[in-house]
């Protein structure tokens, strides 16, 4: 719980911040940002509840969408003017897949799982694992299965909200991902802060090269 309110702190330095920078001037990567803070925020609230009342079923439905998060504003440090990109996705004229990265790749979830993953080995593997927790899968199936005895042919189904203990073991697992998740994703947020109140040298080090973070125009 000190991690997930240490995680809640961040997310209101870092959007206090960022709407402060560059003199307070605002872009539309700020309300692109301002809804995925919002998002964020209330997924860290949600797991963390779920997580203390042993409900892995509806957290790992969570964990997709905090992973969902990161993938839509990592995208915007993928294309190649990320304020007409969140201008269009917040007017409603065009959704994330709809936009090419600057190699003119399609910015479909398989693409930016993919390419996130050159950075985070793990971040594939807890997309496709989480995914089974959104759409009705074998996981939420095998969630009822309790003590199976071969020798009188029994199984035990368990009907809760809450998880099995056998099925507890995956919860430090699952809020490592969350955090690092989370965590990932607020460091995209802090990079496009330091774009925006450093314009300049922003653009000196994408001159050079060095495409790290969105620029400002």
């Not at 079923?57 to 990109?85: E, K, N, W």
């Not at 995914?131 to 009705?136: A, I, K, Q």
């Not at 300049?200 to 495409?211: M, N």
Request: charged letters at 25%; a neutral charge; one cysteine or more.
């Amino acid at each position: 719980m000190e991690k997930f309110s240490d995680l809640e702190k961040r997310h209101l330095t870092l959007g206090k911040a960022m709407l402060l920078a560059d003199g307070g001037k605002m872009f539309s990567l700020d309300m692109y940002a301002v809804g995925s803070l919002k998002r964020s925020m209330a997924h860290c609230k949600g797991f963390s509840t779920l997580i203390a009342t042993k409900n892995l079923t509806c957290a790992g439905g969570i964990l997709r969408m905090q992973l969902d998060t990161l993938l839509r504003f990592y995208a915007a440090f993928l294309v190649s003017d990320p304020h007409d990109f969140a201008h269009q996705i917040i007017c409603g004229t065009k959704r994330v897949d709809d936009f090419t990265d600057r190699a003119g790749n399609r910015l479909k979830d398989g693409f930016l799982k993919k390419e996130l993953s050159k950075q985070h080995p793990w971040i594939e593997s807890v997309y496709n694992e989480t995914s089974g927790y959104v759409h009705f899968s074998k996981k939420h199936i095998f969630s009822a299965f309790g003590a199976v005895s071969d020798e009188d042919r029994s199984v035990e189904f368990f009907i809760s909200s809450e998880d099995l203990e056998h099925a507890q073991e995956f919860h430090g697992e699952a809020i490592a991902a969350f955090i690092h998740i989370t965590q990932i994703f607020l460091d995209h947020i802090e990079g496009w802060v330091f774009t925006k109140d450093n314009p300049i040298l922003v653009k000196e080090l994408v001159s050079k090269g060095v495409r790290q973070v969105p620029v400002t125009t």
